[in-house]
């Protein structure tokens, strides 16, 4: 059974820094792309950041400058670094990944609280 698992949220003040991380676990052949997405009360979840296997990266305008996605191939680990956060970047924050099994999936983690206070 695949499984993806987020740590590193929590709450921090304007301006200030987290590192989230998401590691997934179980069999599987290999992993392709791998993003973290956002999802802040009462609006649609959102894609942050994404990155190939191979290493291209793309960011949400939002985050540009501020967030950098990286991944550990090794440990089938993806990275969110965020850096000068602001208050709108509080949200629940969701791993997700493209895995292969059997077939490619589509897989999410359970979510990591982001709090931003100003």
């Known amino acids: 059974q695949v499984q993806l698992v987020e740590s590193g949220g929590g709450l921090v003040q304007a301006g200030g820094s987290l590192r989230l991380s998401c590691a997934a676990s179980g069999r599987f052949f290999s992993i392709n792309a791998m993003g973290w997405y956002r999802q802040a009360p009462g609006k649609q979840r959102e894609l942050v950041a994404a990155?190939?296997?191979?290493?291209?990266?793309n960011y949400a305008d939002s985050v540009k400058g501020r967030f950098t996605i990286s991944r550990d191939n090794a440990k089938n680990t993806v990275y969110l670094q965020m850096n000068s956060l602001k208050p709108e970047d509080t949200a629940v924050y969701y791993c997700n990944a493209q895995i292969r099994t059997l077939l490619t999936g589509n897989y999410w983690g359970q979510g990591t609280q982001v709090t931003v206070s100003s």
């Open positions: 990155i190939t296997s191979g290493g291209s990266t």
